[in-house]
């Protein structure tokens, strides 16, 4: 009977074939093999022309299950403080043909990446003008991220891409926005929602003094004054450059 279901809602809603079928990896046999033999037998005709399958979610390396008490909803996340998102940005970085293993530590990990993301859109601004080559650039990007998703929606080369794409110092932060902004249309991480960021004077001020601090070798007083932006809601990194500050998101 279940079979029989699927075969008769596909064809009464979606026709007699479908584009693509999606489902977990276990409906492989005998659901969907149910489903190909009983549709084509029916009408003749091909009954999906792609399917996606999608490996298991593991917690811990061991099943997601009721029995082992290792089920967490979006709620369990948030009560922890994560952002919803990371959860995505972590499925992002793994095929959806292999195992994802699901730890704290590798949401820690998604959530620290998702946030220097962001970071890195917010302070993404500069002065510098439009090249002649800039098209080129454009289409060279946009055509590696379709050819990622189409290869069998290889989402990891694609988050991949956005990296390289922010790390390329040669393009000027309009474009960089541009790029990101078209391709999270796929990904779907609210990149497009991200403001500029503003940095406040009184933590300019303080982020002043503490390199002068840093320049004369006054540590401890440096990282007194480091702590105070932190508890402002700031977060330092430094480089030889000079320390950069993004908001703690």
């Not at 970085?93 to 590798?106: A, E, I, M, Q, V």
């Not at 890195?120 to 946009?142: C, F, G, P, V, W």
Request: glycine share 4%; charged share 30%; net charge positive.
């Amino acid at each position: 009977g279940w079979h029989i279901e699927c075969s008769a809602m596909a064809m009464k809603y979606l026709g007699e074939t479908l584009d693509i079928h999606a489902g977990a990896v276990d409906l492989i046999f005998p659901h969907h093999e149910n489903e190909i033999a009983q549709s084509e037998a029916a009408n003749g005709k091909k009954f999906v022309r792609f399917w996606i399958h999608g490996e298991h979610l593991l917690v811990d390396n061991q099943k997601m299950s009721k029995s082992l008490g290792n089920i967490y909803t979006l709620k369990d996340l948030e009560a922890k403080k994560f952002n919803p998102l990371a959860l995505r940005y972590l499925i992002l970085t793994s095929h959806y043909r292999s195992k994802l293993n699901f730890t704290w530590k590798s949401l820690t990990a998604a959530q620290n990446a998702l946030n220097n993301l962001i970071g890195s859109l917010q302070l993404a601004t500069d002065k510098r003008q439009l090249t002649t080559n800039n098209d080129k650039k454009i289409r060279k990007y946009e055509k590696e991220f379709l050819s990622a998703i189409n290869d069998d929606l290889n989402t990891p080369k694609a988050i991949a891409l956005v990296w390289q794409i922010i790390k390329n110092k040669s393009l000027v932060s309009r474009i960089k926005k541009q790029l990101i902004f078209e391709f999270d249309k796929v990904l779907g991480l609210e990149l497009n929602k991200v403001k500029p960021f503003k940095i406040p004077r009184e933590i300019k001020q303080l982020t002043t003094q503490r390199e002068k601090l840093r320049a004369n070798k006054q540590f401890i007083q440096a990282d007194v004054l480091r702590k105070k932006i932190e508890e402002l809601g700031y977060i330092l990194e430094d480089a030889i450059s000079g320390s950069k500050i993004r908001k703690n998101i």
